[in-house]
């Protein structure tokens, strides 16, 4: 692949280190900010971007510094399972920067690519709607749109009355041992299936990962006549709005209609109001083979912010 933008005079760049999280949450959380108006992120995701197992900091970010040491933009390329579905992320106030950002990425993708062998790769990058300049830049280099995501909101006024569980139905609080987190991660995997940039990552991976991000009680598995049927992973990144989080919710296919879901999600919001959180918040991509939006919507889910996956094909060169 052929690179054409030029870093503007006067920036440097380097690989990003952990001890950077502080500063480009900053420069992401301000870039966000002016877009759809909040953060969006937290300085404990950006850190555990930056910490990712199959994140490689010297080969595969680039932080772009002004020449008083500021963070002017900050690129990722990650790979995941296999390397042919391959995401990149560009944040950077000044359009020189991004188009430089963009290059790297893409150059980096092609050869993560070629690295595993494949004739072609399929990148993909999360954008907001508002973010027009972007969005031309994506459309400019052939990227098309391959879903919409609502970040959806429930608020909590008050105590939130737990739901009743359905019969039949048991409940399992929390992954403490390695039994229960194959479990888990198995279940995630056959319910997730099929959706718009899902790859699974290696269960050794998603043990470190999850180890060094997230609390294992913050999983919960419903079981029927002692089988895992459905699973809940929770997790505190909008502790920051004082809000709950829903990273995952899945039932297996054979148990859909037995209102496992709602109970989640309504166990979620009871939880969460007796923690004193203000919400509960989830992200759905509006293109999910189940109805999950309908799903929302009908026990109080708001949309609150869209934003976009797209996608290129190409082969390795």
């Known amino acids: 692949m052929q690179t054409t933008a030029v870093l503007p005079e006067g920036l440097t760049v380097r690989a990003p280190e952990v001890g950077d999280a502080e500063a480009i949450f900053g420069l992401v959380s301000a870039y966000n900010t002016g877009l759809v108006g909040l953060p969006d992120c937290t300085l404990a995701q950006v850190g555990e971007g930056i910490a990712d197992p199959g994140f490689d900091c010297a080969v595969d970010g680039w932080l772009v510094l002004a020449e008083d040491g500021a963070p002017v933009g900050y690129g ?81 006024t ?36 099929g959706q718009y940039g899902f790859s699974p990552r290696p269960h050794d991976e998603w043990v470190e990962m999850r180890d060094a991000s997230s609390s294992w009680s913050q999983l919960t598995l419903l ?8 699973v809940r992973d929770c997790s505190d990144n909008f502790l920051g709005e004082n809000c709950g989080h829903v990273g995952m919710l899945g039932v297996l296919e054979e148990f859909r209609g037995r209102g496992l879901a709602k109970f989640l999600l309504r166990d979620a919001f009871a939880l969460d109001a007796a923690a004193g959180r203000d919400g509960t918040i989830l992200l759905v991509d509006t293109n999910n083979p189940t109805p999950a939006l309908d799903l929302y919507l009908s026990v109080g889910f708001r949309p609150t912010l869209i934003f976009e996956g797209w996608h290129r094909t190409l082969p390795v060169s």
Do not use: C, N
């Open 76 to 156: 990722t390329t990650y790979g995941r399972v296999g390397r042919q579905s391959i995401e990149i992320q560009l944040t950077s106030p000044v359009p020189g920067v991004s188009a430089w950002l963009f290059d790297r990425t893409m150059l980096r993708a092609h050869e993560m690519g070629r690295e595993a062998g494949h004739a072609e790769i399929t990148v993909d990058t999360f954008v907001y709607r508002d973010d027009e300049r972007l969005r031309a830049l994506l459309e400019e280099h052939a990227f098309t749109t391959g879903t919409t995501y609502h970040r959806m909101r429930v608020d909590h």
């Open 158 to 193: 008050g105590p939130v009355e737990a739901p009743e569980l359905p019969d039949g139905v048991v409940v399992r609080r929390g992954a403490p041992d390695a039994a229960t987190q194959w479990v888990a991660h198995e279940l995630i995997i056959d319910t997730f299936r």
């Open 223 to 230: 079981e029927i006549d002692g089988r895992a049927v459905a």
